[in-house]
């Protein structure tokens, strides 16, 4: 697993997903999943939010992710993504910020997946939030062969 992923491979706003690299099976394929636990059902304006992407997919031997938060109607960044722990890291490019595995990130303790947890700060806004994650289940080979990745999308609305 690399360091951290490219930047811009989250599957939303028109960005591939890893899929592009990681190749031999489609996109969700195998029963597999990943999910963003810990999102508001609406958000408070500057408030913070402990987020935790779940990738579950069987015979994980290496995991990876990749998560932005932006403006569902123009897709510019929208909050702030920060790293909980060594475990995750945060990339910008283009004026996006990409939540992702770190090199220690990518190591797994449980062969039915893997986790990591951010922080994101709520834009001072009053537009919908669109979330967009992509996971990597590596086989371990240390190849773009065989591994299976997995994409969702959530939006979030602003509180009244």
Wanted: one cysteine or more.
């Amino acid at each position: 697993m690399a360091e951290a992923p490219p930047a811009g491979f989250t599957g939303g706003f028109g960005e591939a997903s890893c899929v592009t690299c990681h190749v031999g099976s489609d996109e969700n394929a195998f029963g597999g999943s990943v999910r963003i636990e810990g999102l508001p059902h609406a958000f408070e304006p500057g408030v913070t939010y402990l987020l935790t992407v779940v990738l579950a997919a069987d015979e994980t031997a290496v995991a990876g992710f990749q998560l932005s938060a932006r403006f569902e109607e123009d897709g510019v960044d929208a909050g702030g993504l920060h790293a909980v722990d060594a475990r995750t890291a945060r990339s910008d490019s283009a004026g996006t910020s990409y939540m992702h595995h770190s090199r220690v990130g990518s190591i797994t303790h449980d062969p039915s997946g893997s986790s990591w947890s951010v922080r994101w700060t709520a834009p001072r806004s009053s537009r919908a939030v669109a979330f967009h994650v992509a996971a990597n289940s590596g086989n371990g080979d240390n190849s773009p062969l065989g591994d299976l990745v997995y994409t969702e999308a959530a939006v979030v609305p602003p509180g009244q």
